[in-house]
């Protein structure tokens, strides 16, 4: 029999806005709100565990999808709920400037999650009623590509925003140099008078250091000594309010938890593990000093971040920089320590980086919020309106308690239901926790470990260009297995997953320059990610199979986030002890597991496979 039509309207007016409005707040939720929280000088422990939280809504959505299904018709909840998502955008926009910024867009972050779970729940079951079955076959790949431009709108276009907007309200700066001088003069005080003879001629407002060149010695000194003349700079630093407030901060009580097992375990992992120091034994490099300065009273508040061109100096004291209007006229202290082992002449820039961050984030957050009013008043009106998709009354309720426990036994009565289980929380442990510090990765500065992208130059590599090759690796690891079947392709798609992780291996310890180098790195790992993500997904898939198929697979997918959020809380933690060298090797031995459950799981040869009558 012929399939029935629903409705009239086609699903090309409502498919792909339907399915950007479901993956713009995923994107925005798990992934941008870790470059907003780096920018912004959060920690990567902090970003790591507080955003890994936000994965929560997603692993216990299958608990009250049934209430969808119950109150209302999806039409409405998907309409409501981005009319939810645009005023909590809104209000992550207008908590970003805010004292307290941290706690209050978290708590936005949080209602947005819960709200693009309860959306995802609507449109996935719209998209079911409102399409016929050839439909569907038709257009699941129209919507899953409209899903990942919402994402490249989202990790690209948006993050390349938001750094646009940095350039544009950076003040200008003078050169800053640092160059390495046997025959330089020791810092031998802590001396911060407010300079003059950076400013030379200019006019107008603009940030400058005095020296503009940084002398230093290649001599190792006395640890001591030099600690001594950190400590007074910090001293000068936080007094005049140049810190940030967390940085000067009375400190917290120490939990149990802290106290009895995660400091004991960072303290062995950093002895045994942890990166190599720039302190050998009781000497150290030689420092420089410099005395960063506004020439004019701002009318904001500046946050100056200094960014070293070089792995071979790092930033000892004031590596973030906040001038306001009670502290412009005194100059902050930068203190900058050379590699021990570094002998002979060298020399490298250090660029000062002054964007008004908060209000680029705030503008981006603001014109994505004006998009989901807009999503929301367009499918109010365009979005069909299928039979199918009716109020139930409340008769049709009486048995939801017994259903629903039914449903949840039937899934975990399954056969190998333990192994399949684990199939799904292992697969990603690595690459869950890759995710979370790629980005934190590419935006430290190189002092740091990182490779000192520009927002603009993250958003472009890994945003665009990154995404991009993952939906291609997906689109080929689909075609791949409609001819094979997922069973011949299993193992070559857990290679391709797990092993271009170790690009991010040679990134951390060559750590290039050449974006082009950066960025063909990052596209090999996201295409082995697209293309070994397809048998993950397929996977589940043959898990669901069976009666309650849509019900099940919610299930697992909540598995699926399990999965992802709790290796990834954990690991701006164990990256800052490891350092990211040693942490991106630990990305590969977290592999190990996923390679050890794919040979105990069940599948047949068939699976996936495209039959002649499909």
Aim: glycine share 8%; aromatic share 14%; proline share 7%.
């Amino acid at each position: 029999m012929a399939d029935l039509k629903p409705n009239s309207r086609s699903p090309w007016f409502w498919i792909p806005t339907l399915y950007m409005a479901e993956g713009l707040p995923n994107a925005l939720v798990a992934s941008v709100s870790v470059v907003l929280y780096k920018n912004l000088g959060v920690s990567n422990a902090a970003i790591a565990f507080y955003t890994g939280w936000l994965y929560l809504p997603w692993v216990i959505k299958p608990l009250w999808s049934p209430v969808v299904d119950i109150l209302k018709t999806r039409r409405q909840w998907i309409w409501v709920m981005q009319f939810f998502l645009g005023a909590g955008f809104a209000g992550v926009a207008l908590a970003i400037p805010a004292p307290h910024f941290f706690q209050l867009t978290l708590a936005f972050f949080w209602l947005l999650s819960f709200s693009s779970a309860t959306h995802d729940i609507a449109a996935d079951g719209f998209y079911m009623l409102a399409t016929t079955e050839r439909e569907q076959s038709f257009f699941v790949g129209i919507r899953s590509m409209f899903y990942r431009v919402a994402t490249i709108g989202a990790q690209g276009l948006l993050v390349i925003l938001a750094g646009l907007i940095q350039a544009r309200t950076s003040l200008p700066s003078l050169p800053l140099q640092i160059e390495t001088s046997p025959g330089a003069a020791l810092v031998e005080t802590v001396n911060p008078p407010k300079p003059n003879a950076g400013m030379g001629n200019r006019s107008g407002q603009f940030v400058f250091a005095e020296p503009g060149t940084v002398q230093i010695n290649p001599q190792m000194r006395p640890k001591p000594d030099i600690q001594v003349l950190i400590d007074a700079a910090k001293e000068w630093n936080v007094a005049n309010g140049f810190c940030p407030a967390e940085t000067a901060a009375r400190p917290k009580k120490i939990s149990w938890w802290t106290r009895c097992f995660s400091q004991p375990l960072g303290k062995i992992l950093e002895k045994y593990f942890g990166p190599k120091t720039k302190i050998a034994g009781d000497v150290a490099g030689d420092i420089g000093l410099t005395r960063i300065s506004l020439s004019q009273p701002p009318g904001r508040d500046v946050v100056v971040i200094p960014f070293v061109k070089s792995g071979n100096v790092s930033i000892a004291e004031g590596a973030r920089l906040v001038f306001n209007a009670t502290n412009w006229n005194q100059p902050a202290l930068v203190v900058f320590q050379i590699d021990p082992k570094l002998k002979g002449s060298f020399s490298t820039v250090c660029e000062l980086r002054s964007g008004n961050i908060p209000f680029s984030w705030s503008t981006a957050f603001t014109l994505i919020a004006g998009i989901f009013i807009c999503f929301g008043i367009y499918h109010w009106f365009l979005l069909p309106k299928p039979p199918a998709d009716m109020l139930k009354s409340f008769n049709s309720s009486e048995n939801f308690l017994k259903e629903f426990f039914k449903t949840f036994g039937t899934f975990f009565q399954k056969p190998k239901i333990v192994v399949m289980l684990s199939f799904i929380l292992l697969y990603r442990l690595g690459e869950a926790q890759l995710l979370k510090m790629a980005q934190p990765f590419l935006l430290d500065p190189r002092d740091q470990g990182g490779l000192g992208l520009a927002n603009v130059q993250l958003g472009l590599i890994y945003g665009t260009v990154g995404v991009g090759v993952f939906i291609l690796g997906a689109l080929l690891g689909g075609f791949a297995v409609a001819r094979r079947g997922l069973k011949f392709w299993l193992w070559p798609m857990l290679l391709a997953i797990h092993l271009p992780d170790a690009v991010f291996i040679w990134l951390a310890y060559a750590q290039p320059e050449n974006l082009f180098a950066i960025g063909a790195g990052v596209a090999v790992e996201q295409f082995g990610y697209g293309f070994g993500f397809t048998a993950f997904m397929l996977y589940m898939i043959r898990i669901a199979r069976g009666e309650h198929q849509t019900a099940h697979y919610a299930i697992c997918t909540g598995f699926m986030a399990l999965g992802v959020m709790l290796p990834g809380m954990w690991s701006g933690w164990l990256q800052e002890h490891l350092g990211y060298p040693h942490f991106f090797v630990w990305v590969i031995l977290a592999t190990v597991p996923s390679f050890l459950v794919a040979l105990k799981i069940p599948l047949d040869a068939e699976f996936g496979k495209r039959t002649r009558a499909n």
